[in-house]
């Protein structure tokens, strides 16, 4: 059943015919758990709005977009966005609102829950619509128990059940994952499967890395600290302290945090903010721009040498500086396709987020269609019909 609705949910296979070319399971198989699925109100099916050929068309299978509400809560050091989407993964209604997650989590959370109350209210929805929730945070975090471990720029946060937290508050499913994890999920669905195995960098208040294989699937690590590109030293560079508390890691250097501190110190503002950073990349400010241009030399090095580790497909540049500046993006370019040897470049294609500030927001509902589908999940709703079942 699982597999049958998820390959359904991503639109590898619509029909029966083509159900049974990709899983090869018999007919019979498939028609059991198909009717099982429309009896839990997941599946749909509909006549084709058009003939395809001889004889009886398949019907074509779609996730029964009203089956349920995700609630996607993206957690940054600076704000907090929440976001609602359908079954089907349209979006229904989205805010944003100032937060610093150094609060700590239960302010962080009740804040978010807050905002969720209020989005829900707008939708005409309740709780009890809400089928599965999603939380990304900006730091290493444990999948299987929903927790963030030693996370460097996110203070009190260490070990604390986010998952739990949210299980108790809507009663149902959670995911709790890395934001350029989820980034990575969101890049990856919107492209061609050739695109993968897919590497995305985000530079923000730190330097994250997510790697999709090229199967589709995210790579996470035994512990779910793959990718943790952030803290890999910069050979020869200045010995600046990390938030990790490790010297010279390009996170220290290249991160939007550590441009903003070097611009505020050469302009004399110890009061700048990134968000005067990032106005000043936007109008071409030149001090910021060379200051850019340096972070960017410093992480093409970086990349480079991600390039030869996974041999990508595609490596996407995220972050608040791609959407102000082409620099940065055009900095990693030289230096990468320079220092990478000519084998893992030819066909290597290295570009901005083509979904943009958007693509954690959809990862995290695709995470969140495929939790609900999950054979555990599955389980649990068709015991809670067997329960509610007059």
């Excluded at 957690?75 to 609602?84: D, E, G, I």
């Excluded at 359908?86 to 610093?100: N, S, T």
């Excluded at 905002?115 to 900006?138: H, K, N």
């Excluded at 505020?264 to 241009?293: F, S």
Aim: one cysteine or more; hydrophobic letters at 45%.
């Amino acid at each position: 059943m699982s597999v049958l609705a998820q390959l359904i949910a991503s639109g590898v296979a619509d029909t029966k015919p083509a159900l049974a070319a990709s899983t090869g399971l018999a007919r019979s198989s498939i028609d059991a758990s198909l009717g099982r699925l429309r009896s839990l109100g997941l599946v749909l099916a509909d006549m084709p709005t058009a003939p395809s050929g001889r004889g009886r068309p398949p019907q074509v299978l779609r996730i029964n977009p009203e089956s349920g509400t995700i609630l996607v809560f993206d957690l940054t050091p600076h704000h907090v966005r929440v976001a609602a989407a359908r079954m089907d993964q349209r979006v229904l209604g989205m805010q944003r609102a100032e937060f610093a997650l150094d609060a700590g989590p239960e302010a962080t959370l009740d804040f978010a829950v807050g905002q969720a109350e209020q989005t829900l209210t707008e939708l005409g929805l309740t709780r009890r619509d809400v089928v599965a929730t999603v939380v990304s945070l900006p730091g290493p975090v444990d999948t299987r128990r929903g927790v963030p471990v030693r996370p460097p720029i996110m203070p009190g946060w260490d070990e604390f059940g986010v998952a739990d937290y949210m299980m108790a508050a809507f009663r149902c499913p959670c995911v709790v994952d890395n934001d350029v994890n989820i980034i990575a999920i969101g890049e990856a669905r919107v492209l061609p499967a050739d695109q993968c195995p897919m590497l995305v960098v985000k530079v923000g208040t730190g330097i994250g890395g997510g790697l999709v294989s090229a199967s589709g699937t995210l790579h996470r690590g035994a512990d779910g600290a793959a990718c943790d590109i952030g803290h890999l030293r910069v050979p020869g560079a200045q010995e600046v302290i990390c938030s990790c508390g490790n010297v010279g890691c390009i996170e220290a250097l290249a991160s939007v945090e550590a441009i903003t501190r070097r611009y505020a110190e050469m302009i004399g503002r110890p009061d700048l903010r990134r968000e005067d950073l990032l106005d000043a990349a936007r109008t071409g400010d030149p001090m910021a721009i060379r200051l850019i241009r340096d972070a960017a030399a410093l992480l093409g090095e970086t990349v480079a040498s991600l390039i030869h580790v996974y041999n990508p497909a595609r490596i996407v540049l995220a972050g608040p500086l791609t959407s102000v500046t082409d620099d940065l993006l055009a900095g990693v370019r030289s230096v990468a396709y320079r220092r990478a040897l000519p084998l893992a470049t030819r066909n290597l294609t290295l570009a901005h987020s083509v979904i943009g500030d958007l693509a954690g927001v959809v990862g995290a509902v695709v995470l969140g269609i495929e939790k609900v589908l999950s054979p555990e999940a599955l389980a649990e709703r068709a015991a809670q019909r067997q329960l509610i079942r007059p």
